[in-house]
């Protein structure tokens, strides 16, 4: 995906008012060289989570008529949004980095270890066991609920057998993956705040650490996610689609 973003040197060093774009390409490298219709290359490293961007690509790939790839997408932005609760208890309480890294290497390639790790963190923490939603099931018109797959089952399908979903059943999906990583996500910004917003900007930092040659612009996105947690904030996933369908024009192609 690619999103369309002002020029910030045609502003600071031409003095050209009228807005001149640039088209950033997401990408699983976190520096961004962008280059707009007048010249200017600029460096920029996005400050958003990557569940919140995975959240996003999903969302649009539902909104272009693309049920299949939103569910495969929005199920690994969930995987990486459990990965962040991880990370950020861990940070409150004062795990040492090196640690944590030495252990997230033993379950790297494993999604379900990972899930347990997160369920023993959150009940580590909170002293309550987190809500799991993959045993929940959708409501399907003219289908018993003995006979209805599972979300895990679901999605599974859809990822690994090549199910082709319904729209409506999209929806729902992505409805209860919505709720659950906004509550989830109001819970842990309410006591461990500081360590959240330093995870959005660490990954951006390493970048310039990584690169000191480079002048780089910190650059955050208004994904759906993003807004969810403001004032206006959509109370649902399809009031947050129809919110996107309204400022898409920022995603240039």
């Not at 947690?229 to 649902?236: E, H, K, L, M």
Request: glycine share 6%; proline share 4%.
């Amino acid at each position: 995906m690619k999103v369309k973003i002002p020029c910030f040197k045609c502003f600071e060093q031409d003095g050209i008012k009228e807005p001149v774009f640039s088209f950033l390409e997401l990408g699983e490298s976190n520096i961004h060289e962008v280059i707009c219709t007048r010249g200017h290359k600029t460096f920029i490293a996005l400050t958003q989570h990557k569940h919140e961007i995975l959240f996003e690509i999903g969302a649009m790939a539902l909104a272009d008529g693309y049920p299949r790839e939103a569910i495969a997408t929005i199920a690994a932005a969930l995987e990486r949004f459990y990965e962040l609760c991880i990370r950020v208890i861990s940070s409150g309480i004062e795990i040492p980095e090196e640690q944590l890294h030495a252990a997230w290497r033993l379950i790297d390639a494993a999604s379900e270890r990972q899930f347990g790790a997160f369920i023993l963190s959150m009940l580590l923490w909170s002293k309550e066991c987190p809500e799991v939603i993959d045993n929940k099931k959708p409501t399907l018109p003219n289908t018993s609920r003995g006979d209805t797959k599972t979300w895990k089952e679901f999605r599974n399908a859809v990822i690994h057998k090549g199910l082709i979903p319904s729209e409506c059943v999209t929806i729902e999906y992505c409805e209860l993956v919505y709720a659950h990583m906004n509550e989830l996500t109001k819970t842990m910004t309410l006591r461990h705040e500081e360590a959240w917003l330093s995870e959005a900007q660490k990954q951006a930092t390493v970048a310039r650490q990584a690169n000191p040659e480079k002048e780089i612009v910190m650059f955050g996105l208004p994904t759906t996610l993003f807004l969810a947690r403001g004032t206006q904030a959509p109370g649902s996933f399809k009031e947050a689609l129809k919110q996107l369908n309204g400022y898409r024009e920022i995603y240039g192609r």
